[in-house]
């Protein structure tokens, strides 16, 4: 059986900019370089789940504490993550997420 997998699109961190010399006294010009990367579909699976729990027991101790200490209750989370070529699951902190392909992930607290 053959395993599923999806591509990825990332950009080359290891080599961001390439130099490329302008025309007509623009000077040079920086261009991203792109890399594609299929990884299986577990591996992402995996690696979302163990980022969820890990994140989802944060919020947890938030909650206690806010629960101890006064009325106050979390209620939603929005978080950003970021897939790698190598489909680790990375939580994207600052900047503008805007043209980074990040995803955005919304935790809400079922009603109680």
């Not at 040079?28 to 699976?45: D, G, H, W, Y």
């Not at 101790?61 to 489909?87: C, M, P, Y």
Request: hydrophobic share 35%; charged share 30%; proline share 2%.
């Amino acid at each position: 059986m053959v395993e599923e997998t999806i591509l990825i699109l990332t950009s080359d961190t290891e080599n961001t900019e390439t130099a490329i010399e302008g025309e007509r006294g623009w000077g040079e010009v920086r261009q991203r370089l792109n890399k594609a990367a299929e990884i299986p579909v577990s591996v992402l699976e995996e690696n979302m789940n163990r980022f969820l729990q890990v994140t989802g027991r944060l919020f947890q101790q938030i909650d206690k504490q806010l629960g101890t200490e006064s009325d106050l209750r979390l209620d939603e989370v929005q978080l950003q993550v970021e897939i790698s070529a190598k489909g680790e699951v990375k939580l994207f902190a600052g900047g503008e997420a805007s043209g980074k392909g990040v995803i955005t992930l919304k935790l809400k607290q079922p009603n109680h």
